[in-house]
């Protein structure tokens, strides 16, 4: 009997659950070869990366080894990036692996390809910089944990830097400010009374400018934890002022932040926003970027110590060069069946493939949708090893939560059990968001195991301060 080989490349969130539910059903078998391709080695689920940039999180209890996964649920792991397609051979070429500087001289995995008889692309999307002048050298996007622990280095080191700038001493502004004391020498402004003396200059504080460019959910996550962590900071002996020394702007061309969601819950965001001191300067776009300052098309200029590109996404370059159909973004044009427009016998999901939302335009960008394509995957797949017809995929919106950290979360559920839309906020909404990650845990451990990791990390949190930092 032959060996029907399925091939998945990007292990992001909905291709590992794939690969897992896949191994789970036919790994232990001889008839189909499920296999995994990723260019890292683990994984960590991407909404979480803001965390992971403003240190609240460390990644070392949170990444998961692809190997490890491939072990215990049954699939194969092949590390490597792709970087071809030949749809006639039926194979897949995946990039040379460098060696570290200390793994020795050479690579560590030649560049190969790999067959496959189903192949399923699921690489997620990269940052969009919309070719705005210095946005790509200047700024740091979160697709990565690699980007987001630059960001975090950089984070605390600007704030160590800006606290001894604080602390050094106007030496030669005093000496001059005792000499013209001593000598009652009249000041010589000319709005002063006579024999006024002119007073000696303050300091100036030196802030920390963080400057956040677009306002989804990234960006707005991202701004209520560096607020977060500006404050654990200080308890841990920084003595920057988190309010007044740390400013956070966040800039949006649109009228108003978070605006792929709900009015209602832009509004609340906002509002909460405000009252953690984060600037918003909505209606306004990115101009260009220079290594410490950033401009707008209006004129504004804004000092920058570190600036967060997360203003949009598009599909990695490669998909424009594999002769599929895709869109002005590189997404895989799919069917309903989530197969290509071009190739039956390869499918796309996830930020990578533009799939058609009847009466709503396409499937959004989402961790949900994402999971819910994962899942009917699992059956389709299971159709076309059987010689049935596809299923199609519908996709269902439950809404959408937006975390603020420890200060509060918002977000709208929909769906049937509530009969439409619900607005929420608060400790439920933070409950709700929470609850998101952990059925991701489970749907990769299944629940004991998600139970216990739970544990955990609650019990790991007592000893280890509440900020890496380091």
Not at 272 to 297: F, H, Q, Y
Request: aromatic share 6%; glycine share 8%.
């Amino acid at each position: 009997m032959s060996v029907h080989r399925i091939v998945v490349v990007g292990g992001g969130a909905g291709g590992l659950e794939l690969v897992t539910r896949l191994g789970d059903k036919y790994g232990r078998g001889k008839d189909v070869q499920i296999t995994l391709v990723d260019r890292s080695l683990s994984h960590i689920w991407k909404p979480l990366l803001h965390e992971v940039a403003a240190g609240v999180m460390d990644t070392a209890t949170h990444q998961l080894s692809y190997v490890a996964q491939a072990n215990w649920h049954h699939f194969e792991f092949a590390t490597g990036e792709m970087i071809g397609l030949d749809r006639a051979a039926k194979t897949i070429r995946l990039a040379a692996v460098p060696a570290a500087a200390d793994e020795g001289e050479g690579d560590l995995l030649p560049e190969r390809t790999l067959p496959y008889d189903t192949l399923v692309l699921a690489i997620g999307s990269t940052t969009n910089f919309f070719g705005v002048p210095g946005a790509q050298e200047h700024t740091i996007a979160l697709d990565t944990v690699e980007q987001a622990e630059r960001f975090r280095r950089r984070l605390m080191a600007a704030c160590v830097r800006a606290q001894n700038a604080a602390e050094t001493p106007l030496q030669a502004t005093l000496a001059d400010t005792v000499d013209a004391a001593d000598a009652a020498v009249p000041s010589e402004a000319p709005d002063a009374p006579a024999g006024a003396l002119l007073s000696p200059p303050k300091a100036q504080r030196h802030k920390v400018n963080l400057v956040i460019v677009g306002a989804g959910a990234t960006g707005v996550e991202l701004s209520a934890e560096l607020r977060n962590t500006a404050e654990v900071l200080r308890s841990y002996g920084l003595k920057l002022d988190p309010r007044k020394d740390v400013r956070i702007t966040i800039i949006e061309s649109s009228p108003r932040i978070l605006k792929a969601l709900p009015e209602r819950v832009s509004g609340a965001v906002a509002g909460l926003l405000t009252k953690l001191d984060v600037d918003i300067l909505c209606g306004d776009s990115v101009a260009e970027v220079r290594p410490n300052e950033v401009t707008t098309t209006s004129g504004k200029v804004l000092p920058a110590d570190i600036t967060v590109w997360s203003a949009g996404i598009t599909a990695p370059p490669v998909l424009g060069k594999l002769g599929l159909a895709v869109n002005r973004l590189n997404q895989i044009e799919v069917l309903p069946t989530l197969q290509s427009k071009t190739d039956p016998d390869i499918f796309a999901f996830g930020d990578c493939a533009s799939c058609e939302w009847p009466e709503h335009g396409f499937v959004p960008p989402r961790a949900q949708a994402a999971h819910q394509q994962a899942s009917f995957l699992v059956k389709a797949i299971d159709a076309r090893l059987k010689g049935q017809s596809l299923p199609t995929f519908t996709y269902r919106d439950f809404g959408s939560l937006v975390s603020l950290g420890k200060f509060s979360a918002v977000g709208n559920l929909m769906g049937g059990l509530i009969g439409g839309s619900m607005f929420i906020e608060g400790l439920f909404a933070r409950v709700m968001y929470t609850s998101l990650y952990r059925m991701h845990v489970a749907a990769l451990h299944g629940v004991w195991r998600m139970m216990l990791d739970t544990v955990a990390n609650r019990l790991r949190r007592s000893t280890v301060p509440r900020v890496k930092l380091h």
